[in-house]
């Protein structure tokens, strides 16, 4: 019995530095997203109304970073927005994943 129990805290504790790290990794991609959001939300709504431009605050992540992806290679033929294009460009992967994380987590 206290040979399971030891086993079961080694275990818990092997896994302590990878949960935490993980949780250090979406906090800053939460950070990073809110900072970059910045330039979003002068047209997008940070309260999620649709003033004429629509809502991007609880987006899945998934949805957003694939939109992002689209309007970086031109792929909205019914949505070409100049504006769109040359953010999404600017943009690397790694920040369109940050401005994902960050505006799913946000209520709409």
């Known amino acids: 019995m206290r040979c399971h129990l030891l086993r079961m805290l080694a275990s818990a504790i092997a896994f302590t530095p990878a949960l935490a790290l993980a949780d ?19 047209c997008h709504r940070l309260d999620g109304a649709d003033k004429g431009i629509g809502s991007i605050v609880g987006w899945q992540q998934s949805i957003f970073t694939t939109t992002l992806k689209a309007y970086r290679g031109q792929e909205f033929v ?15 992967d790694e920040e369109v994943e940050a401005l ?6 946000l209520k709409p």
């Open 24 to 42: 250090t990794r979406l906090d800053k991609l939460k950070a990073q997203g809110e900072w970059l959001a910045q330039e979003c939300v002068s």
């Open 100 to 105: 994902a994380t960050y505006f799913g987590s």
């Open 78 to 92: 019914e949505r070409r927005n100049p504006v769109m294009v040359s953010v999404a460009r600017s943009l690397t």
